[in-house]
């Protein structure tokens, strides 16, 4: 059975930084593709950020410069690291799992991952 287990989420002031962590069991983890997104309330599921397995990498303008991805194969997880975080960066964290290499168009897409975790909170207040 496919999981991954986001965590990592919770309440913390405008200008800190967390660090979000994805679980991921049932796939061979080197093999994937693994992107977050988010979703606030009364809008649209966005990517964030995604990591291919020879650790390349992409970040929407939104993020860029704030947020760093990274994954540990030899753990199954992968993360995200959030720093200088806003009030608009509120919102449940996803992270999501494809079973290939995708390439930067198609990474961006929801449409392209298999399997989703559950999401985490993320809470910045101003």
């Known amino acids: 059975e496919v999981q991954l287990q986001a965590s990592g989420g919770g309440l913390v002031q405008a200008g800190g930084s967390l660090r979000l962590s994805c679980a991921v069991s049932?796939?061979?983890?080197?093999?994937?593709?693994i992107g977050w997104f988010r979703q606030a309330p009364g809008k649209e599921r966005e990517v964030l950020s995604c990591?291919?397995?020879?650790?390349?990498?992409y970040y929407a303008d939104s993020v860029k410069g704030r947020f760093t991805i990274a994954r540990d194969n030899g753990k199954n997880t992968a993360y995200l690291q959030m720093n200088a975080l806003k009030h608009e960066d509120t919102a449940v964290y996803y992270c999501?799992?494809?079973?290939?290499?995708?390439?930067?168009?198609?990474?961006?897409?929801?449409?392209?991952?298999?399997?989703w975790g559950q999401g985490t909170l993320v809470t910045v207040s101003s």
């Open positions: 999501a799992g494809a079973p290939r290499t995708l390439i930067t168009s198609s990474m961006r897409q929801s449409r392209e991952y298999d399997y």
């Open positions: 049932g796939f061979t983890f080197s093999d994937y593709t």
């Open positions: 990591i291919i397995s020879d650790h390349s990498t």
